[in-house]
């Protein structure tokens, strides 16, 4: 049972213009949503959050966008840069999972984006 | 300040053999996490500490894989006996708290021939 999904393996972007990362959960009782950026040989690095009371969060050069109805999530980077080349992971947590707080992560495949110079 | 740190980075065993991975997190973190990655898909939750208790262990398959995390800083997680379908990479998270960001260390590739 997958409850968070992302359907797109790879996204290919040239460099300035826009990528836009997506990802679908199931579970309604998740409340706090992350991405997380993973280069070869290294672990996943924390990237940007929202809790599910927004529904649009702002780092910099990267967005987060919530559509609770639809129980999707999107990452936008732009302009996208060769450095962000990497597998981007979307996560889901259900804050009071089992009445106690444990912060446990559901993630998603991964979507491998290739930002061209 | 240090990262989550693993090792060893990389083990090739065969299978029915025994294999034991390192993990030392971040100074002060009271939650430490084990997940397995395997290729293709993200990673998944195999256990979780708090301090030196067990908090969430519900999809560690208990019947081959152990872990332990003694005075609730170092854990070592073991495979026994590793079955082919265990060839993934296991990650070591940790956090301050259970609610809060978890910074993940570079991961212990395996691979069961």
């Known amino acids: 049972d997958q409850q968070v999904k992302q359907n797109s393996p790879s996204l290919s972007v040239q460099e300035g213009r826009i990528s836009i990362l997506n990802c679908d959960y199931t579970n309604s009782m998740f409340d706090y949503f992350l991405w997380y950026k993973k280069y070869p040989a290294e672990g996943p690095t924390f990237l940007i959050s929202i809790s599910s009371i927004k529904d649009k969060n702002e780092d910099g050069r990267f967005t987060v966008f919530l559509n609770k109805s639809a129980k999707h999530l999107s990452l936008h980077i732009v302009p996208s840069q060769p450095g962000d080349s990497a597998v981007y992971f979307c996560a889901a947590r259900d804050t009071n999972a089992g009445g106690t707080s444990y912060g446990k992560l559901t993630f998603g495949q991964g979507t491998i984006l290739t930002v061209h110079p | 300040e240090a990262g989550v740190a693993q090792s060893p980075r990389y083990k090739i065993i065969e299978k029915r053999q025994s294999v034991a991975f390192w993990c030392n997190p971040i100074s002060g973190h009271a939650t430490l996490y084990w997940y397995q990655q395997i290729l293709g898909q993200g990673p998944k939750l195999l256990i979780q500490f708090q301090n030196n208790g067990v908090v969430d262990d519900s999809q560690l398959p208990k019947d081959r894989f152990s872990a332990e995390r003694l005075k609730g800083v170092d854990s070592t997680l073991k495979i026994q006996p590793a079955k082919l379908e265990d060839s993934a990479v296991y990650l070591c998270?940790?956090?301050?708290?259970?609610?809060?960001?978890?910074?993940f260390g570079p991961g212990t590739r395996l691979l069961v021939l």
């Open positions: 998270a940790s956090s301050p708290d259970t609610l809060v960001t978890q910074y």
